[in-house]
């Protein structure tokens, strides 16, 4: 009996997986559809703008949730479900981007103000609900995908604030301490040493003995 539901159940998952997948167009043809086609939203200004695309019916009911930077609850921005797209700003700089389904699946995006990216969710198989995937597409792809899918759900379309990203600053190899220069009567002292060997002269000794007593 047991087997014979396995057997059901593996059968509608199969049907389902061809049900829900579905063959994009060629190259030239999706650039022909998004001639004169405008994105629903644009970079704000010092912004980045990311949209996350699910075009696979595949557990379509099943809440593929979104995150940036990290995996905590005020870090989500949205969420789709099959044949449905969403779009977040983020600060420019590395952003990791987190996908959860029964599991999470990440991909981290370099960018910079003005930059539009897309991210497409690929959902997959699970033992409880559907699992997922995302990874980028290309720029024709994504805005064909925005163009034929509908909205989902956004939480928070600008975004969260990520925190600063500082840069290392680097320091020289062979830094130079204030404290490893000589002071003034160190100078002085090592001047008289000079003279007392006949190393310089007295004309030489007074004008740099002059000279170290000016910077003082």
Do not use: H
């Amino acid at each position: 009996m047991i087997t014979k539901k396995i057997r059901v159940f593996l059968l509608l998952t199969c049907i389902t997986l061809f049900q829900g997948c579905a063959t994009l167009p060629s190259s030239e043809q999706m650039r022909a559809e998004i001639v004169g086609f405008q994105l629903p939203k644009q970079p704000s200004p010092g912004k980045a703008l990311v949209y996350v695309v699910r075009p696979s019916g595949i557990g379509g009911l099943v809440r593929f949730n979104v995150f940036v930077d990290t995996q905590a609850d005020e870090a989500e921005v949205g969420y789709t479900r099959g044949g449905q797209y969403i779009y977040f700003g983020v600060d420019p700089g590395s952003r990791k981007i987190s996908s959860k389904a029964e599991n999470w699946a990440e991909w981290t995006v370099k960018v910079n103000a003005g930059d539009v990216i897309y991210l497409q969710q690929e959902p997959a198989i699970g033992i409880i609900m559907a699992r997922n995937n995302i990874f980028p597409i290309d720029d024709t792809q994504g805005k064909y995908l925005v163009k034929t899918l509908s909205l989902g759900t956004l939480i928070k379309p600008d975004g969260i604030k990520s925190a600063p990203q500082v840069q290392p600053v680097t320091q020289s190899s062979n830094p130079v301490s204030k404290n490893t220069l000589p002071n003034p009567a160190e100078k002085l002292e090592q001047l008289d040493e000079l003279l007392k060997k006949g190393l310089i002269t007295k004309k030489d000794y007074d004008i740099k003995k002059a000279e170290i007593l000016k910077a003082l």
